[in-house]
């Protein structure tokens, strides 16, 4: 136990408080109907989530790494970043893997009919970029 109990005890408090935050705020969006049928508010999360993530890899573990690859080049001449290159390749690897598997199925899924009788997207995101065009081409005209 350290020196200073308050110090000790304050904390725990701390560590006690965001886990309970993080449990909460985790918890609603699962058990509200409305967020979990929302694209928007769900896109919205997803997109919080994603700058979390990113932010934690290269605020706190990407200087981490460049440091400790310092250390262990000892050679103060060596300048190619191995950690950087790793990192933006992963990154790349991810983003890429992401829209190739998980995102191409909204160009090939039609199962709604408009009124016109073409096939519209399922997914929210290409309905609207459709919605967009048609507008765009109809304002040139």
């Known amino acids: 136990m350290p020196s ?4 000790f ?5 701390f560590c006690i408080f965001a886990f309970l935050e993080a449990f909460l705020t985790g918890i ?5 109907k409305t967020f979990r049928e929302s694209p928007k508010i769900m896109g919205i999360a997803n997109s919080f989530a994603a700058g979390v993530f990113i932010a934690i890899a290269l605020i706190h573990i990407l200087p981490e790494a460049m440091e400790t690859w310092d250390g262990i080049a000892k050679n103060p001449d060596h300048i190619f970043p191995l950690p950087t290159v790793l990192v933006v390749t992963g990154y790349t690897l991810i983003l890429i893997l992401d829209k190739v598997l998980f995102d191409t199925h909204a160009l090939f899924s039609h199962d709604d009919h408009d009124d016109d009788g073409h096939h519209e997207a399922i997914d ?4 609207k970029f459709r919605e967009n065009l048609r ?3 109809a304002n040139i005209k």
């Open 4 to 7: 200073d109990p308050t110090l």
């Open 9 to 13: 005890w304050t904390k725990i408090g």
């Open 28 to 32: 609603i969006p699962t058990q509200s």
């Open 124 to 127: 929210p995101a290409e309905k």
């Open 135 to 137: 507008a765009s081409f």
